[in-house]
């Protein structure tokens, strides 16, 4: 399949029309006070109708209530929503039949160790795929978007029981390997495209783009 790459942590109008223009598939919008990421329903809107149709705009949520789902379903174009909390393969379910019914699915997986792979296959009939993401730190703030990357041989065997996307500590200079290692045909950078957290490169996002696809 060809490669797929989402930007995610995207918040101007400059970085989202670059991700576009230099072929993101997806692009990622972070609805979480605590990320430096975070944007509001109503940027949020607006940033997403510059996205053509015929790429995804996702949502990014942590253990989010059916409302906050709802409210910004209300005034977004999402094609996809991506949980990057602690929701449970029963959580995600209830969230399907309900306040996420008819988006694509991402459940993001923190990888540290072989069992946490083997963990994410509660998930094989639920989601519509998975993202396996570096583990962070006990007590740290946020979920993911630190720039830490975990061993991507132990997702070498990973024998695609669901679609899977490889995050954590990506950037223009280790893609390519990353996607030799693990036979992935979907990445998600987001820190590996900043000047600075929270503030995305127009050049980088470009030169990752570059890199990717020319695997």
């Known amino acids: 399949m060809p490669l797929k790459v989402k930007i995610c942590g995207l918040s101007t109008p400059e970085t989202v029309d670059a991700a576009v223009r230099h072929g993101a598939f997806a692009l990622g919008f972070v609805f979480h006070g605590k990320s430096p990421r975070n944007v509001s329903i109503e940027q949020a809107a607006a940033l997403m109708e510059r996205v053509p149709m015929d790429r995804v705009c996702v949502g990014v949520f942590v253990d989010p209530d059916d409302e906050q789902i ?10 996809g929503i991506q949980f990057h909390g602690v929701e449970t393969p029963e959580r995600l379910a209830q969230l399907k039949q309900g306040a996420a019914a008819g988006l694509q699915t991402i459940k993001a997986i923190p990888v540290k ?16 795929m998975v ?5 962070t730190p006990p007590g740290a703030k946020l979920p993911g978007g630190m720039g830490l990357r975990f061993d991507w041989t132990l997702i070498r065997e990973h024998h695609n029981w669901i679609p899977f996307g490889v995050s954590g500590g990506l950037d223009a200079g280790n893609v390519h390997e990353a996607i030799q290692v693990t036979r992935t045909d979907f990445v998600d950078v987001s820190s590996g495209v900043e000047s600075a957290p929270g503030v995305k490169d127009v050049d980088k996002i470009a030169g990752f783009l570059q890199a990717a696809h020319a695997r």
């Open 70 to 79: 709802n409210a910004v379903r209300r005034r977004c174009r999402m094609g």
């Open 113 to 128: 160790s072989a069992n946490d792979v083997l963990a994410a296959r509660g998930y094989a009939r639920i989601a519509t």
């Open 131 to 135: 993202l396996f993401d570096a583990k």
